[in-house]
């Protein structure tokens, strides 16, 4: 069975940082590109950042280049995005996902549960 647990949310305030945690199990960890995602309230879901299977390039949208960094440790297949100086703006659920490719990653793929984060102006 394939899990995707998210953690480390919480409430910061602006300009603090956060590692948000992302355990997966079920199945081959480096084979998969890992994507964060975030869906704040009324809005759409967006993917903020995203690793290639192996050693990939990554993707990070434009809002948060310079101030998230993902990274995983496939020894402990956990992925990781590490997130400063952190904005009111940046508040919102942030998911975990899986899928083969980056660009394909949809509804369809595997999904962690979903951590708040909320920064306070």
């Known amino acids: 069975e394939v899990q995707l647990v998210e953690s480390g949310g919480g409430l910061v305030q602006a300009g603090e940082s956060l590692t948000l945690s992302c355990a997966a199990s079920g199945f081959t960890f480096d084979d998969y590109a890992l994507g964060w995602f975030r869906q704040a309230p009324g809005k759409e879901r967006e993917k903020v950042s995203c690793l290639s299977g192996g050693n990939g390039p990554a993707f990070y949208e434009d809002s948060v280049k310079g101030r998230f960094g993902m990274f995983k440790d496939n020894r402990k297949n956990t992925v990781f995005l590490q997130m400063n100086t952190l904005k009111p703006e940046d508040t919102a659920v942030y998911y975990c996902?899986?899928?083969?490719?980056?660009?394909?990653?949809?509804?369809?793929?595997?999904w962690g549960q979903g951590t708040q984060v909320t920064v306070s102006s």
């Open positions: 996902a899986a899928d083969h490719f980056c660009e394909s990653m949809s509804d369809d793929a595997y």
